[in-house]
């Protein structure tokens, strides 16, 4: 059980961090690249070239992933999950702690929310109109380019389709259809019958409303879903309950299966092997307890900061010389242990060093000189490769080499990243072998309209290279980055930001959760109603009419008491005043004699 005390700090912890943390300070959360049948393209921003997408890839602005024919994907970022049918092209515009958005040029996204905070946004841009999700709900958006249409569905929740100069709310159980690129045309019907795809996302949506895991982490710990199917959950003191990774064999250690990518802004990111391998890499700390490994999660907080990897590499004069890492020298680190602070090697401001501690680390007092590190001891807990595997995101695994205990103890603690500059190999990150198919060149070409003006592209990985080798493996900061964009402009998904209407766009509401809307609605037997939902979306839900509708006229949903005036409708006329009442006349008083 968490602490009160505990508990309360990490809440107001986290509140605090929009508000004060520097507007140079990397985002808190990234998406992931969960899952994927059959084969998905992924191409990363700053370079041209398409490869085979990595599961538990960090995804940012400027990526862009293609789903091949036959097969789908799913992205999570925090609780959300965005899924992507066979033949989809999506690149992220915008993701960072308050906005998601995204373009569809082509194909099926279903779009799974389960929490959107008042100050939020969540835009999905097609090529002839921008949806925004304005609450948790489901929500299914086709777009085909060649023919100019776009259809925005709303199973639950509600929607602004903006398109041709208007913004039409979509509300729950709706759809909208606009055709049409210059001059669109709009028709609004019934959210239309689960399909295939629907199905398969109905299945996930399930298997996460039932996860075991939220007992012990936020739910916008990103890739707690997998933890239940592929470990078990344990009290071991003085750690409270950790997770165990079921079916390792003796000698493993974590940061060891997996291989290491450059993604910017963070620098060196550790990708996992293991379907799981997300959370327990980003987040917490490992411990070695009782002859096996421990994921420890630390203090639940509301929305936990995402770190690249949670290690401190070891190296120094002398350590690169062993004959078993090569002439080039090696890279080795271990797992920081809990209550062991993690100071990043990108530059970030005091307020977001205490955010990614805050569930591990007396957030107060942070120190990371002259520690004693629990897992540098343990046996087998180093990993060392040769440079050279190591910036070419080679397989861990199969590169590491064995290194003296004693040359280890030797070494010098140098910090949560390695002084060592990424090549272009280092972006891609992928053992794909041979060509992999790119989506046709009009998906990629293909503008989108938006009503928020997405972030900059990222800067070429070409036009900073040299930039990054003189700066020892860190990332650039915002002046140097501005910089090469002035010299070099970046090319990146062509968006056409459209102009906000008199009053502005509706934003998300406040409380977070759907009102009723006071449509006349399609006929029940119409409304496909077998979507599994949580039990949070059913206690939101408006109370439903089980009576049948009459076959003599369409059904309507019955208005609810005190309804608010429909939209565009001359007011109601005011009442005529009744005549005042003239007062009774009083009886005359009785006197006593």
Known sequence: MIRKAGYWAALLAMAAAPMFADAGDPPSRV??????????????????????????????????????????????????????????????????????????????????????????????????????????????????????????AVRDGEADVTAGGATTPVRMRESMRIS?????AQEAGPVPPLDEFDRWCAARDLRESQSRSVQYVSRETIGYEDLDQYGVWRQIPPYGMVWIPAGMPGD?????????AWVEPWGWTWIDDAPWGFAPFHYGRWAYAGGIWVWVPGTVMARPVYAPALVAFVGGPGFGLSVALGAAGGVAWFPLGPGEPFRPAYRVSDVYVRQVNVTQVNVTNINAVNLRYANRDVRGAVTAVPREAFVTARPVAGAAVAVDEREIARAQVLGTAPPVAPRRESVLASQAQGRVAAPPARF??????????????????????????????????AGALENLRRAAPPSGPVVRTLQAPQGGFRQANPGGNAAPSQAVRPPAQNVPNDRPRTPVQQQNRPPERTEPPRSDRPAQVAPPVNPPPARNAAPAPKPEKAPPKKPEKAPPKREDK
């Open 252 to 260: 493993w250690a974590p940061y060891h299966c997996g291989h290491w």
């Open 31 to 152: 998406a992931r690249l969960n899952y994927k049948s059959g084969s998905v393209s992924f191409r990363p921003g700053s370079v041209e070239e398409w490869t085979e997408a990595t599961l538990n890839y960090p995804l940012t602005p400027g990526d862009r992933l293609w789903t091949q024919p036959g097969a789908q994907a799913e992205l999570h970022t925090g609780s959300t999950a965005i899924r992507m049918a066979s033949e989809t092209a999506l690149a992220i515009l915008n993701l960072d702690d308050r906005a998601v958005q995204l373009s569809l040029t082509q194909g099926a996204l279903n779009v799974h929310i389960r929490d959107l905070a008042f100050n939020e946004s969540f835009e999905v841009d097609t090529p002839n109109a921008a949806i925004a999700l304005l609450r948790p709900g489901d929500y299914r958006i086709d777009a085909d380019g060649d023919k100019g249409l776009t259809v925005a």
């Open 180 to 184: 049409g690129v210059d001059q669109v």
């Open 444 to 477: 990629v070409d293909r503008a989108v309209v938006a009503r928020t003006a997405p972030v900059p592209p990222p800067v070429a990985f070409a036009a900073k290279q040299r930039a990054l080798e003189t700066n020892q493996g860190r990332p650039l900061d």
